[in-house]
């Protein structure tokens, strides 16, 4: 079965340099989620979308931004990043409008690395 | 506001004995639980998740979750333990809000689930 999508899946940058992450839902999903797992820490929300109109609103710094496409694609826009930026970003994906009662189903996640 | 806790940074078993990690979550409305495994450097693996009905649900890989309300947990067990079921585990809530949600998962800390040969 087709799985969450993203790129890369590993990325390097420098500080105050910016970073796009990809992401690319299951196949009929129409509800994407983004979220931060730091070093040894748990997921934490950031943003989600439906439909192409935000949806929920995390702890997501000011310098990030995401969009959904009419693709259902989505996209993690990352500027001026600090060191403390360095972390595992998951999108998850989910059907039924997002629905409490759905699953999100979690892709492989992109590891940034900011020196 | 919602909260998951996992109690146990880490559980060890031998292979073949039982395994239980343990959750307790706290919510204002309806509870949707639900327990992810990660490998390292791997996504989150969904195992199973409760909505409403049966107090037991069963996932994957011979997972099982028994949801208690009057004792708000849902600790995910297992008969017969593998060594390869060796992972982090993390317990995850959302609250019905009385209607449509969109709302995120959260997470608790995470349990590193250790089975010895």
């Known amino acids: 079965a087709a799985g969450v999508i993203q790129s890369p899946r590993h990325l390097i940058k420098e500080k105050r340099e910016t970073a796009t992450l990809k992401c690319y839902p299951i196949?009929?999903?129409?509800?994407v989620y983004w979220y931060q797992q730091g070093p040894g820490q748990d997921p934490q929300f950031l943003i989600s979308?439906?439909?192409?109109?935000?949806?929920d609103k995390g702890s997501i710094p000011d310098r990030f931004s995401a969009q959904q496409f009419s693709d259902y694609h989505s996209e993690l826009n990352m500027s001026s990043l600090e060191l403390g930026d360095s972390a595992l970003y998951f999108c998850?994906?989910?059907?039924?409008?997002?629905?409490?009662?759905?699953?999100?189903?979690f892709g492989p996640g992109t590891r940034l690395t900011v020196l | 506001a919602q909260s998951v806790a996992q109690p146990e940074d880490q559980v060890n078993v031998a292979e073949g004995n039982p395994l239980t990690v343990k959750c307790t979550y706290s919510v204002s409305g309806n509870p949707y639980l639900f327990w992810y495994v990660q490998y390292p450097n791997r996504g989150l693996q969904f195992l199973l998740k409760y909505i409403t009905g049966d107090n037991l649900v069963k996932g994957s890989y011979g997972f099982e979750a028994e949801f208690n309300k009057s004792q708000t947990s849902f600790h995910l067990k297992k008969p017969s333990a593998l060594v390869s079921d060796s992972a982090l585990y993390f317990c995850?809530?959302?609250?019905?809000?009385?209607?449509?949600?969109?709302?995120?998962?959260?997470f608790g800390q995470g349990t590193i689930l250790t089975v010895h040969p």
């Open positions: 998850a994906s989910s059907s039924n409008a997002g629905w409490a009662t759905d699953t999100q189903y």
């Open positions: 995850a809530v959302r609250a019905d809000a009385g209607g449509t949600s969109y709302g995120k998962l959260t």
């Open positions: 196949p009929r999903h129409d509800t």
């Open positions: 979308f439906y439909e192409k109109m935000q949806s």
